[in-house]
């Protein structure tokens, strides 16, 4: 072998090592963290929300929102909820491998579980009435980790984004796009956010991200659900 034809050999082995690295840099792991949230209702504060997200081991991670009522009828009914996701880390994206809901007010009871077998493709939806089961998409999540998903991709820098997302009885594509750049205040402190909204939803779901310093919504406002917002009020990184 000559030389001219070993420093060839060389630098093809070092450009593909240095473009494999590269791919794995463009894609990290996600980053342990909790986020909490002041959640109104009409301008009256009503309880408190705090978002995790935790290592579960096997390359899985567990991504939680539980809300909890502090005032208001929310307070009165005792009304808490909690979402757990449990998802798998592909292509630099979370893909969802199951979904608990639980909520408690009072008089009123709701639960849902989601499993997603990948290696049938099929979601199983379980609401205490018996199953349902269809067809899964590849990069599915499920209406917890939308958010979270949503903000690791503008992060990316995308400006609009489709995601394949978990509901009752289907597999529903959502869109979302970035419609401006705002300055919001929120109790965490005072931000330059992009404003995103669900397309077909404009008027009904919008979130504020910092994306570049947060992968969640310092702010987020749903009038479907009980006219909701959320502020953000603390994030800190790490278990």
Do not use: C
């Amino acid at each position: 072998m000559t030389s001219s034809h070993s420093l060839r050999t060389f630098a093809a082995g070092l450009a593909l090592a240095l473009s494999t690295t590269a791919a794995f840099a463009a894609t990290p792991t996600p980053t342990p963290f909790t986020a909490t949230y002041q959640v109104s209702q009409g301008g009256q504060v009503i309880g408190e929300a705090v978002v995790t997200l935790k290592p579960a081991g096997n390359g899985q991670w567990v991504y939680s929102n539980q809300i909890k009522g502090t005032g208001g009828i929310a307070a009165a009914l005792g009304a808490n909820s909690n979402e757990t996701t449990t998802f798998r880390w592909n292509n630099g994206a979370p893909e969802t491998v199951s979904y608990d809901y639980k909520m408690d007010a009072g008089f009123k009871n709701k639960q849902r579980h989601t499993e997603v077998n990948w290696s049938s493709n099929q979601v199983t939806v379980d609401e205490g009435k018996g199953p349902m089961t269809y067809a899964s998409a590849p990069g599915l999540v499920d209406r917890n980790t939308t958010s979270y998903a949503l903000g690791l991709a503008l992060r990316a820098g995308k400006q609009s984004v489709s995601l394949p997302v978990a509901v009752k009885r289907n597999v529903e594509t959502q869109e979302f796009k970035v419609t401006g750049k705002d300055a919001v205040k929120v109790p965490a402190g005072s931000f330059q956010t992009e404003r995103v909204v669900r397309s077909g939803d404009e008027k009904t779901f919008s979130a504020w991200y910092a994306p570049q310093k947060y992968p969640v919504p310092v702010k987020l406002s749903q009038s479907d659900g009980g006219n909701l917002e959320l502020q953000l009020v603390s994030y800190k990184s790490g278990n």
